[in-house]
């Protein structure tokens, strides 16, 4: 062994002594001494190394100067027929440029950044050697340590796996390289041919160019370094108008190497990281299907390479899709990809935009409203055709595809509906309480609202879905939290493709078990939302989607082979009954305008606060379609100063941009969905319970259920009830019985109207709580009672009924009395517990002045049910207000008092409203301001003037029912007759008024 160890050194040095002895005797010795050291530690290490050395240098490349000045090797990029899409490769943007044209301070960015002793070693760094050998045999793993000259040997001559192998080819072309070539010469090599800068750039002066717009010589110390850490990772370092985090950290971190190994001064280090970055990017030619084929360069071929085990990096998988004479064939369909550009790139099919960016800013030009679109293959998951926005282009290259959104009410199916089917606790005809609901948050209530505003009442899932009605969801997601588990919604929201969907904000890792989970309050993408719908298309299959279908090498030799991979999510039966469900979204719900309801389409909406999200998800047996539009943030930083992006008012574009993509995707090809499975059963229950129905139910439907959740239990809301045809209340025993008529009522549960914790109109109520039976009885009929307010003191009269002799007492018995009060737009009882029954007055307190009051009074019996036997009270105390008017020179003084204040709770004076011959002169916010002078009316006439207090209670305004009052009259001058005393106002245009005060 010991001897063929020798040998394997002989070769090497016959080879390397060359080429080193042109940096002179001394320099061959180290080196000689350097590299017998490494390959001991690596031959002694490994004990195999002498058969990897005479490999590496037995198939070392020949030194092809050829490929250093024209390097070329582009890869292909096929549809899902075979045909050719376009070429990648490293030759599409260069613009060479020569060593005297790099300004000294861009030149020692990149020694600073790759290589700082570039001017002083033979091609390599026998440190970086070691530490690469050490990690590769200690670690396990890949490390560097490449010189610049290095880099340009590996980047045109190798291949981009790391192995020991090539490192020790890529030390021997670095040698020659540097006996062939001097300095400037390589650097020439690096700079030009060898470093990439994504955006289809190769060599600094392109990137100049592509970024800024301007030569390398016109570039500023601080542009200089943010290009010079480009090449270190050009997919996560490129500037980005949309994201500068990462270019900026590179380029303060090339800085901060540039101030360490002295190439700048610690003035010109500030000046330069604080610096302002501004890109002024150029347009370059664009791939045919931009977004397409952009997500395939950058995201899905090289993912997929890296799963073939021949690349340690995305970036060296990149840089084999650029240079390795790769064939790559994708899903992509052209019919389908050109419906969609040629819709989604087309203005019409977008509302007017929301904003633009204006001139001098980074993105100057681009507009919103934007989209974003996926057309899957619902069963083999091939994404037929995507696009990532309405144009593509310098300023909005942002593929929206796989962008995170709020998905709004899109995601219902797949969050509450669809896991509540698979539980079993919920079918279409299954009824929610679609009606005002405070949910406990903190110190506050989560209080959410339809769209609409408005409360439908007890309503199917069916019709709830349908319409896209918010409380019904959330409380669906509240019963799938509660029989499954609280992750029992995001679990199944995983199998469909949403992983750690309501986990994967890090600042709110548990928003699952929030309820606004269930109504879209976490992000989602267009391509995730695409993987979603297809379980529900596929009889609860989910197919994972397939951009890349399979890669072969130069020779032809594959690669690469995708397989189609589908999960199970869900049950046959679940993925049925949601989509007969969107089927009724297209027909007749919020998807109706789409023009697809002959098309076997099903589908569901989505719009987020603000509007600025809309989606549009839908499918047919074969395709899934989901659609985006909206913008990317929901502000903007222009000038220095934050400018809201509004939303899109109305959806109808979107609409109408799916419909068309959907009717000219399938053509006259309509296709069933599939079939009702086994375990399904339609049955009748009654609409307003989801219950079986009784002889009162008189509004029923006919629905599918699994047969293991069709329900056994009769309806109890419909219930019959006694009521006096008069005064239209609960009958009673003094009704005369030709009266009294039995009604069928809907006995729904109580709901208490909205008030100040919701943001729309107070004291709404759901549309069907009319329905529910009256809980006050007649008083018509039988004796009445007298109930007064006298002062402060309210009294009434009562007398026990008295039975019949020879008949039992009335059961239940009266135990006492309940009264209410109604005042300031509420109705507040006045005891906590019933007056017993032995009392005949209560004080209450004092009324504010000018205000309504009424009193009800109530009689309880025994089962805690009220009773009313009095008539209701009505007063209002007297405004208590004098109004006095003054008529002065030019004008007429106001002046009143203050009304005397009750001490009664949070109700305070607000201010006061003058009219004027029956219109609102003014409004005065100030309570303490009681006087007001109307200028400009002293003219002949009558003036009529009115003042209402402002009462402030709970922070809402109300206005007096009653006002105080004064009517004054301004006379015409008198003719002067020629005798007696002249009028003592003549000459000065004075009249003498005379006022009519009234009280």
Known sequence: MRDSNISVLKLFFQRAKPALKVFGSTTWLLTKIGIVFVFAVLIGGLGMGTGMVVGALE???SFDPSLLEHPSLPSY????????????????NRIPIKMDDVPDYLRDAFYAAEDKSFEDHPGFDLRGIARAVYTNLVGGGGQGGSTITQQVAKQVYLSSQKKLSRKIQELYLAVEMERRYN???????????VTFYDNNAWGVEAASQTYFSKSVGELTLSEAALLAGIPNSPMYYSPDPDNMEPALYRR????????????????????????????????????PYPHYTDAVVHTYAPEVLMETGLYASRDEAALAIRRGGLHIYTALDPRIQNIMQDIMFDDKYYPKNTFVYPEGHSRAGRRYPQAAGVLMDVKTGYVLGMVGGREFNSINKLNRYNSMFQPGSSIKPIIDYGPAFELGILSPASTLDDSPTAWPSGSKYYTPENFSRSFKGLVTVREALVHSYNIPAIKAYEMVMEAGGAKYGVEFARKLGLVNYGERNPNNPKAYSQLGTAIGSQEVTPLEMAQAFSAFANKGICSKPIFVKRITDREGIEIYSASISQKVAMSEQTAFLVTDVLRDVVRRGTMSGTGLSKYNVAGKTGTTNDNHDRWRVGY???????????????????????????????GREMTNMFGTIFRKTIGDDIVPLPSAPSGLIKVTVCANSGLLPTEHCTNTITDWFKTSAVPTQACDMHVLVPICTTSGLLATEHCPEHLVEERVFLNRPEVEPTDDRWMGKLGRLPADYNLRPPTEYCYLHGPTYDFTLEGNTLKWEWSQPVPPEGEKPQVPEFIGFNIYCTRFGETVKLNSSPLPITARSINVSAHVPGMPYEYKLMLVNSANQELQRHQAISNTRGLEVTLVAEPKENSILLDWNAPPMTTIDQIVLGGYKIFKNGELLTSISDPLVTTYEDAGAAQPGIYEYKVKVIYKYKGARFESTVSADVTIEIAPPEEDPGTGDPDPGEGLGLVRPRPIQVA
């Open 59 to 61: 198939d070392v490349p």
């Open 77 to 92: 990029i096929y549809d899902i027929n075979g045909d050719l899409i376009t070429e990648i490769h490293d030759a599409q």
């Open 183 to 193: 300095k400037d010469e390589i650097f020439e090599f690096y700079i030009n041919n």
């Open 252 to 287: 303060n971190n090339v800085l901060s190497m540039m101030l360490r190994f002295g190439f700048i001064n610690e003035e010109e280090y500030k000046q330069a990281i604080n610096e302002e970055i501004v890109l002024k990017m150029t347009e370059s030619k664009g791939w």
């Open 620 to 650: 047919n047996a074969n395709y899934v379609v989901s659609l985006w539009m909206g913008n990317d943030n929901k502000q903007a930083t222009v000038n220095g100063k934050t400018v809201f992006i509004g939303g899109t008012k109305t």
